[in-house]
């Protein structure tokens, strides 16, 4: 659907940011060791961003003329076809099914935490660089320390 073809005043759920956030842990998942199936984008995209979308949504919508969660769905693909050189296993009973959407689940959790140790790690890399650089003057320590203790309570 092209942004003239929208309905006015709805808001658009796929945006192209939220795009370039599922097309960015697609990309993880072979890293992650998370089979690149549409099944695990949809239940991955659920669990982290709280919106199920489609299948035909997430791999045909369009930005600027780019398929941006196709284009990195097909390379996530790609790379784990050269990781691994066989496909997922296709489980048919029910007992399999029921604990392959639990390794989904626990999955998207665990890609979750990673981002958002990742953003933690950053923020504290900004904040040492800050302290690095600002003179004694400027730097109260025991403000800063009850500050730090404070915050990991």
């Known amino acids: 659907m092209n942004e003239s ?3 006015p005043g709805r808001k658009e759920i796929l945006t192209e940011e939220l795009a370039r956030k599922i097309a960015r842990m697609v990309s993880l998942f072979p890293d992650s060791q998370i ?3 549409w099944e695990n984008v949809m239940t ?6 709280g919106h199920g979308f489609n299948r035909q949504m997430l791999s045909q919508k369009k930005w600027h003329g780019r398929k941006l969660i196709a284009e990195a ?9 050269r990781m691994h050189n066989d496909t997922a296993p296709k ?7 029921i604990l392959q959407r639990k390794i989904g689940e626990l999955e998207a959790k665990n890609l979750a935490l990673r981002e958002e140790l990742e953003m933690v790690r950053s923020q504290q890399v900004d904040k040492l660089d800050a302290f690095l650089n ?14 730090f203790y404070e915050a990991n309570k």
């Not at 600002?134 to 500050?147: F, G, Y």
């Open 134 to 147: 600002t003179t004694s003057k400027e730097i109260d320590l025991r403000r800063l320390l009850d500050a």
């Open 5 to 7: 073809a929208r309905k």
């Open 35 to 37: 089979p690149v199936t």
């Open 91 to 97: 489980y048919k009973t029910a007992a399999r099914s």
């Open 73 to 81: 769905f097909s390379e996530a693909k790609h790379i784990q076809h």
């Open 44 to 49: 991955h995209s659920k669990k982290k961003y």
